[in-house]
Every structure is written in C-alpha cells, then in structure tokens.
C-alpha cells in the first residue's frame, strides 16, 4: 500500500531547474533515504515535501489526498532538523510537549504523550533538563520525540546525525532503526553518508543533479547498479568499459585495452559496448595465479592502506589501469612495487544497467 506518492515534481529557481521529473512512491511505514552528494537535490525535495518550497509542476499526495499545495502546518509531518532547533529556555518535557499543546490537547494526554516519548528514547531521567545540560546525541533524541509526540504520517529527517562524532552517529542509527520498528510511521531521511543509509533503510533514492539515478533496496545498488554514477558513488568499484562478443557457448564480455575475454555463457545483453563493473572485496591478491574458473590478471602494488582486519591495495595492470582490490594485511607480502596477481570468477562481474 502505498502512502506518499511523488509524481514528476520538476523545480526551478528561476532559469535554473533544481528537480527533473522526481517520481517516487513510498509505502506505508517504509524507511527511505534521499542519499547523493550536494547539489544533487535532495533537500530541496525534502523542503517540498515539508511544504516550505512550492513545486514548479507535478504533485504529491499521501494516501490518495493531493497535499501538494497544502500549507507546512496542516500536512501533519514531523520533522527533525540537522541543528535540533530546540527551545534553549524549555525543559525537556516543554520541548516534546510543545506541538500537543499547539493542538490543543488535554493535560492528560500531553502528559502520557511526553512520558511515552521519554520512554521511547530513554531520556525519562532528564525530563527537567533544559538542552543545554543535555550532550548533542541527547539533544537529538528530544528533537526526535518533539518531531514524533503528535502521531504524524510521515517523519521527516534532514541530516539529522552529520553534526555527531562517528561512533555516536552509529548508536543513533541503531537507535533510529529501532524506533522506526516499533512505532511503523513512515521516516524519509536525507543523508550524503552512504553507511547511514544503507544501515537504516529500507530502500534508498540515489539522486544526482536533481534526478532519481535509482531507488531500491541496499543490496540492489550495491550489486546491481543501474546507471554508472551509482556504482561508482554507493561503496568502492571499478569500472571498466566492456564489448559484449558471440562465442560457441553464448556470450563473452571483452575488456578492452586488458586484453582478455571473460565468459559469461548465456545472456540477454546484446552485442556491443557496455560497462562493468568489480567490486574491491571479490578481487584476490596473491603471488602465483589463480587456479581454474577464475580470471588472473598479473599487477604491480602500488600502495596499501592497513585498516586493521585488511588492507586496501591500488594495484597497476599491465595495461597501466589502477584497480583497487581488498587484501590480508600481511606484512612484507603485498609491499609497495611488489610483483601480484589479481584474480576474479567471471560470476563477480557486474554489467551495469
């Protein structure tokens, strides 16, 4: 069942357009991320959605109700800002019971909202604080449940952890996945960080110069990458261009400029240029080539950089191509000029697209 419909939203500023036939339908109770690099136009679909920018054409409605011009007030959206935008001179109960007393509830359920809220993200022993006793993950709970404490259709999340060091950043991840399991209102988070949003979604819309590139799973844009932008922004790849070939068992995929040809047997792309792409965890490094079913390519190291578990080795192909490739951080195997082979099964290509 779908709850938010976004149909062809285009918007321009003047001669310059922001969003080019945005489309998404998102389902009731799902988790999804806007994710691309600034200027993409991530916020200003987020600030359309909020109803704090007008459309220049298209629609959005949410559960069959056209909202798309409806006032920010009367969409009944939560939102949770980047900077908390918390009241300095409220306590914590002041903060989360605000938006119920705009909407004039009873004493009664204010004070059951608040406290269900408190319970919610574990700050009920804080209830007389004001925000500036509270650390920032702290804040941003309050802000959380301040966004959530009137029952709203949809919660939005404007970067709501990029002003948090890492490892609070990912205790509040977990957190947010959890409440959004608990309470199944549907959350539309905006995010540059691509662990944030992969850990946290339930799908994810990649956009890049006001474009949706491709919307789906985690998994899906990971593996199977759509368009080249995409597999080149979400997680480490590379990419190489390819020629599809007929061989006696089906097709084959050429990498031009490396000199070799690459089974794939049977497949539905036809003849001609494509690209490819190898992600740098189904490379293998070793010093004598790999056995059969699996493609070695011999490679100079150029660098590695030690991470603890592995390494992650930039290695030069003969046909003077960087690639990098994960790797046992061994010392002295895989130093820095070290004559390697670099090794795949034809089954670890990917054709994007």
């Given amino acids: 069942m779908s709850s938010l419909e976004i149909r062809k939203i285009n918007k321009f500023y003047g001669a310059n357009q922001a969003l080019f036939d945005v489309s998404l339908s998102i389902g009731k109770g799902e988790f999804v991320t806007l994710l691309g690099p600034s200027g993409s136009g991530k916020t200003t679909l987020l600030k359309i959605l909020a109803g704090f920018e007008h459309v220049s054409d298209g629609e959005i409605t949410l559960g069959g109700r056209n909202i798309t011009e409806l006032k920010p007030e009367t969409r009944n959206f939560g939102l949770v800002f980047q ?49 500036n006793e509270l650390s920032g993950g702290q804040q941003q709970r309050v802000a959380l449940a301040r966004a959530l404490v ?102 084959a995929l050429d990498f031009r400029g490396e000199g070799l040809e690459v089974p794939l047997g049977l497949t539905d792309r036809a003849q001609g240029k494509v690209e490819l792409m190898l992600r740098p ?52 195997i895989h130093a820095d000029g070290a004559q390697v082979y670099v090794a795949f099964a034809p089954s670890d290509v990917t054709l994007i697209g």
């Fill in 83 to 131: 900077g908390y935008a918390l009241f300095p001179h409220m306590s914590v109960r002041d903060n989360i019971a605000y938006p119920l007393k705009v909407r004039r509830k009873s004493r009664d359920e204010i004070d059951q909202r608040v406290k269900d809220m408190l319970d919610l993200v574990q700050l009920t022993r804080f209830i007389d604080r004001r925000p």
């Fill in 281 to 332: 965890e189904d490379l293998t490094i070793a010093t004598e080539p790999a056995g059969a079913g699996r493609i070695s390519l011999p490679a100079t190291v150029v660098s590695s950089t030690y991470s603890g578990d592995r390494a992650l080795y930039l290695l030069k192909l003969a046909s003077g191509r960087e690639i990098s490739a994960y790797g046992a951080a061994r010392a002295g």
């Fill in 150 to 251: 009137f029952k709203p259709e949809v919660l939005l999340l404007d970067e709501p952890m990029s002003a948090l060091d890492k490892k609070l950043r990912v205790d509040l991840q977990e957190e947010l996945r959890q409440i959004h399991h608990t309470l199944g209102t549907t959350f539309i988070n905006v995010t540059h960080d691509q662990e944030e949003a992969m850990h946290m979604s339930d799908r994810i819309a990649v956009m890049d110069h006001g474009r949706i590139e491709q919307f789906d799973s985690a998994f899906n844009l990971y593996r199977n990458p759509k368009t080249r932008f995409v597999a080149d922004f979400i997680g480490k790849s590379n990419i190489f261009n390819g020629e599809m070939v007929r061989d006696a068992v089906g097709r």
